[in-house]
């Protein structure tokens, strides 16, 4: 990839390529310890973050680690939000175990959110990030919810490019062997992907990181150690994922299911805020969900949650949108 994007410029590889070691050599700061775990299914936990009033539910992707919004003090929406009237919790999905092998995405939802809503006690406010989002709005038609708002998440899938979708078509058609003996598909394939989705980004991002600095370039490291880091994904997901989802779209053609529930977010009656990044490479905003409220914003699909902007742009309208609901 680094080859096809610098053809011909070599100073531009030689950027790119000091970047990555500099990227590689970078000193690391401890990430915030875990909170308390109130409960645990199936290896997932949920995670405690306090604060008062009714429950809001963070549902984080089953890709990378849930660590983005919570990356730091100052950039952790999830404490930020604690202290203003809501008692905030979060779906840690933790590292799948030889059972969690078999859980599709919608056997996630099934096994492991529903129960997890269901040992809070109270209907929730969900709050789901990227492909969470995808899965929140799963639990808001078989589960008590008294709201529901999505980031950044993905619905009509094929309003993703068409070349995107035959590299991801390829990819899993390559991984797909792997998948089914170990029952996984490593997070190094899945990372592929999303090179895939914008590679010049990926090597300009290097060249970018080679002239950084101070907080800067610490903040540079923390996000990309974050988007290299997760837990495989289980086999049954991917190939729910890859297969019913990116290629055959049943989420946005009205014909995804879980809990043996038909999944249409016409039919889900709580209030329903969509936050969508207009600029979005890895989740395009012709992919979001058309029903209910809408937020549009000029972010990228990490920046909206953690840039510098965030609290301005996205923390302060979640915050009074919960507030409302």
């Given at each position: 990839?680094?080859?096809?994007?610098?053809?011909?410029?070599?100073?531009?590889?030689?950027?790119?390529?000091?970047?990555?070691?500099?990227y590689?050599?970078?000193?690391?700061?401890?990430?915030?310890?875990?909170m308390?775990?109130?409960?645990v299914v199936?290896?997932?936990s949920?995670r405690?973050?306090?604060?008062?009033?009714?429950?809001?539910?963070?549902?984080?992707?089953l890709?990378?680690?849930?660590?983005?919004?919570?990356?730091?003090?100052?950039?952790?929406?999830?404490?930020?939000?604690?202290?203003?009237?809501?008692?905030?919790l979060l779906?840690?999905?933790?590292?799948?175990?030889?059972?969690?092998?078999?859980?599709?995405?919608?056997?996630?939802?099934?096994?492991?959110?529903?129960?997890?809503i269901?040992?809070?006690?109270?209907?929730?406010?969900?709050?789901?990030?990227?492909?969470?989002?995808?899965?929140?709005v799963a639990a808001?038609?078989?589960?008590?919810?008294?709201?529901?708002?999505?980031?950044?998440?993905?619905?009509?899938?094929?309003?993703?490019?068409?070349?995107?979708?035959?590299?991801?078509?390829?990819l899993?058609?390559?991984?797909?062997?792997?998948?089914?003996?170990?029952?996984?598909?490593?997070?190094?394939?899945?990372?592929?992907?999303?090179w895939?989705?914008?590679?010049?980004?990926t090597?300009?991002?290097?060249?970018?990181?080679?002239?950084?600095?101070?907080a800067?370039?610490e903040?540079?490291?923390?996000?990309?150690?974050?988007?290299?880091?997760?837990?495989?994904?289980?086999?049954?997901?991917?190939?729910?994922?890859?297969?019913?989802?990116?290629?055959?779209?049943?989420?946005?053609?009205?014909g995804w299911?879980?809990?043996?529930?038909?999944?249409d977010?016409?039919?889900?009656?709580?209030?329903?805020?969509?936050?969508?990044s207009?600029?979005?490479?890895?989740?395009?905003?012709?992919?979001?969900?058309?029903?209910?409220?809408?937020l549009?914003?000029?972010?990228?699909?990490?920046?909206?949650?953690?840039?510098?902007?965030?609290?301005?742009?996205?923390?302060?309208?979640?915050?009074?949108?919960?507030a409302?609901?």
């Amino acid at each position: 990839m680094l080859q096809r994007e610098t053809a011909g410029d070599p100073a531009r590889m030689k950027r790119a390529l000091d970047g990555l070691r500099k990227y590689q050599e970078a000193p690391r700061n401890s990430p915030p310890a875990p909170m308390s775990s109130l409960a645990v299914v199936e290896g997932a936990s949920l995670r405690d973050y306090g604060g008062s009033g009714p429950p809001v539910l963070f549902v984080p992707s089953l890709i990378n680690p849930p660590t983005v919004l919570d990356l730091s003090p100052e950039r952790s929406l999830l404490r930020w939000l604690s202290g203003r009237g809501h008692r905030v919790l979060l779906l840690d999905w933790g590292w799948p175990d030889e059972a969690r092998k078999r859980l599709s995405v919608s056997g996630h939802i099934e096994q492991i959110l529903v129960p997890m809503i269901a040992a809070i006690g109270e209907p929730v406010a969900l709050v789901g990030y990227c492909l969470g989002g995808t899965m929140a709005v799963a639990a808001a038609r078989i589960a008590p919810a008294r709201a529901l708002a999505t980031l950044a998440a993905p619905w009509h899938f094929a309003g993703f490019p068409d070349d995107a979708r035959r590299d991801l078509a390829a990819l899993w058609h390559q991984w797909r062997p792997s998948a089914d003996a170990l029952g996984l598909l490593p997070m190094e394939a899945l990372q592929s992907a999303f090179w895939s989705l914008d590679p010049g980004r990926t090597i300009a991002k290097f060249e970018a990181f080679a002239g950084f600095s101070g907080a800067e370039a610490e903040t540079f490291v923390t996000l990309e150690d974050w988007a290299n880091d997760g837990p495989p994904l289980s086999g049954a997901a991917a190939r729910q994922l890859f297969e019913d989802f990116f290629a055959a779209d049943l989420p946005g053609s009205g014909g995804w299911t879980a809990g043996d529930t038909s999944i249409d977010p016409e039919a889900i009656s709580v209030p329903m805020l969509h936050i969508v990044s207009t600029s979005d490479r890895i989740v395009p905003h012709a992919s979001a969900i058309r029903a209910g409220g809408r937020l549009d914003l000029a972010q990228g699909h990490v920046g909206m949650v953690v840039g510098s902007r965030a609290q301005q742009i996205l923390w302060e309208p979640l915050a009074d949108w919960l507030a409302g609901v």
